[in-house]
């Protein structure tokens, strides 16, 4: 059965504060890892990653996957309150093209 | 339409009574998803279309939940004889493609809420 876990379960930080949120998983024929945003509505993609080592960025935000250590992780640099958030990952394995999310992390950035 | 529509967004229901939840997903997209997300849990799957073909209903928690897409287009999620425990936001993600190593993320709609009193 497939598993994603994410650490930390929740974060406080500040304005302008760099943070690094980390996905473990076990999967069976791994096809791709995915880092989603949620506020208090739907899950908004961010990344896609489905080779390692090669970094995906988008402006503050960046991920970066390795397959050999089954992890990636998601980093935000100069964080504002507006990326206060659940942030979730979810990996699509051989079991279908369904997503398996890990319990995701909490993030809140105080002014 | 521009993204992922679900409704209602909230609903409220007695126990044993049944609902139906709607979503309309991205013009175009293939595959269409299901998932039930708990308070402070992370999306669990429920099932998945391929245009108006069911590919896979393992996460339906039981025989009282029931999904459907006639048309490949619109899909309707109907659970009979609610209980408290099917309390939980339902969220629908379609995707451009279907099958394989599509390389196209699941987009998801803003979920409905469904209390169960």
């Known amino acids: 059965e497939d598993k994603v876990v994410q650490s930390p379960l929740s974060l406080v930080v500040h304005e302008g504060d760099t943070v690094t949120l980390n996905c473990s998983y076990e999967v069976t024929n791994f096809r791709s890892l995915l880092w989603y945003k949620q506020e208090k509505k739907a899950p908004t993609f961010l990344f896609m990653l489905?080779?390692?080592?090669i970094e995906k960025k988008s402006g503050r935000l960046s991920s970066i996957l390795d397959k050999k250590e089954l992890f990636s992780i998601l980093n935000i640099t100069a964080t504002q309150t507006g990326d206060s958030a659940v942030y979730l990952c979810?990996?699509?394995?051989?079991?279908?093209?369904?997503?398996?999310f890990g319990g995701g992390t909490r993030l809140m950035v105080k002014p | 339409g521009a993204g992922v529509s679900q409704s209602p967004r909230y609903k409220v229901a007695k126990r044993g009574q049944d609902v139906a939840l709607r979503c309309d997903p991205i013009s175009g997209h293939v595959s269409l998803f299901w998932y039930q997300q708990a308070l402070g849990q992370g999306p669990e799957f429920l099932t998945y279309?391929?245009?108006?073909?069911?590919?896979?209903k393992s996460g339906l928690p039981s025989d009282r939940f029931f999904a459907e897409r006639p048309e490949g287009s619109v899909s309707t999620l109907k659970i009979q004889r609610t209980q408290q425990e099917d309390s939980a936001v339902y969220l629908c993600a379609s995707s451009l493609v279907g099958g394989g190593f599509s390389n196209q993320p699941q987009h998801f709609g803003d979920g409905t809420r469904l209390s169960i009193l």
């Open positions: 979810a990996v699509e394995g051989s079991a279908g093209n369904m997503l398996t």
């Open positions: 489905t080779s390692s080592g």
């Open positions: 279309f391929q245009n108006e073909a069911q590919l896979d």
